[in-house]
T-cell receptor
Framework: DGGITQSPKYLFRKEGQNVTLSCEQN?????MYWYRQDPGQGLRLIYY???????QKGDIAEGYSVSREKKESFPLTVTSAQKNPTAFYLC??????????????FGPGTRLTVL | ELKVEQNPLFLSMQEGKNYTIYCNYS?????LYWYRQDPGKSLESLFV?????AVKQEGRLMASLDTKARLSTLHITAAVHDLSATYFC?????????????FGTGTRLQVTL
């Protein structure tokens, strides 16, 4: 089955720790995205990548880092510089070839809590 | 900077009633998306609207797009409890070759018996 997987589902972080959230897709999509969702809020874009080895900052990139070494994978690291990281993190991907209107498909999410 | 506003933010409605959710956006775009999110879950794509006057329907939900007014609506007909969820609109934002979405704050719909 094609889809987007995120792991872990729940993650607990101590203050001062860096943690990495995994996002993998087997849809052969070129573009991948990371969003943050706070309770009762919409989604805010952290980072996105249109192709391998290239990525751009979104609206709230401070305190986060990403890499895109493989087309299938787009891990997000939440660094200790992110002062309020407790949130629900969603990864998405999108096909860029052909029609430009292709919608983004979302993974199941990772819920990160700072202890 | 593209801004997307939804209203209402919260909607409680009885089963069988009709209602409309509104999505306004601040800059020109001809691509608008509607998503549904159940509590604690991810987002599910509902509709992709690509041009002025576009209308899409699926079951009791119908979405439309007016690019001149920068407005999209999601109309709910004869609501049922299963429609209870949060609904997000998202507007396509294109800079150079980069394509991303800007989301509204969401409308939490609660359908009561």
């Amino acid at each position: 089955d094609g889809g987007i997987t995120q792991s872990p589902k729940y993650l607990f972080r101590k203050e001062g720790q860096n943690v990495t959230l995994s996002c993998e897709q087997n849809l052969n999509h070129d573009a991948m995205y990371w969003y943050r969702q706070d309770p009762g809020q919409g989604l805010r874009l952290i980072y996105y990548s249109q192709i391998v080895n290239d990525f751009q900052k979104g609206d709230i990139a401070e305190g986060y880092s990403v890499s895109r070494e493989k087309k299938e994978s787009f891990p997000l690291t939440v660094t200790s510089a992110q002062k309020n990281p407790t949130a629900f993190y969603l990864c998405a991907s999108k096909r860029t070839g052909g029609a430009s209107y292709n919608e983004q498909f979302f993974g199941p999410g990772t819920r990160l809590t700072v202890l | 900077e593209l801004k997307v506003e939804q209203n209402p933010l919260f909607l409680s409605m009885q089963e069988g009633k009709n209602y409309t959710i509104y999505c306004n956006y601040s800059t020109t775009s001809d691509r608008l998306y509607w998503y549904r999110q159940d509590p604690g879950k991810s987002l599910e794509s509902l509709f992709v609207l690509l041009s002025n006057g576009a209308v899409k329907q699926e079951g009791r939900l119908m979405a439309s797009l007016d690019t001149k007014a920068r407005l999209s609506t999601l109309h709910i007909t004869a609501a049922v409890h299963d429609l209870s969820a949060t609904y997000f609109c998202a507007v396509g934002d294109y800079t150079g070759t980069a394509s991303k979405l800007t989301f509204g704050t969401g409308t939490r719909l609660q359908v009561t018996l």
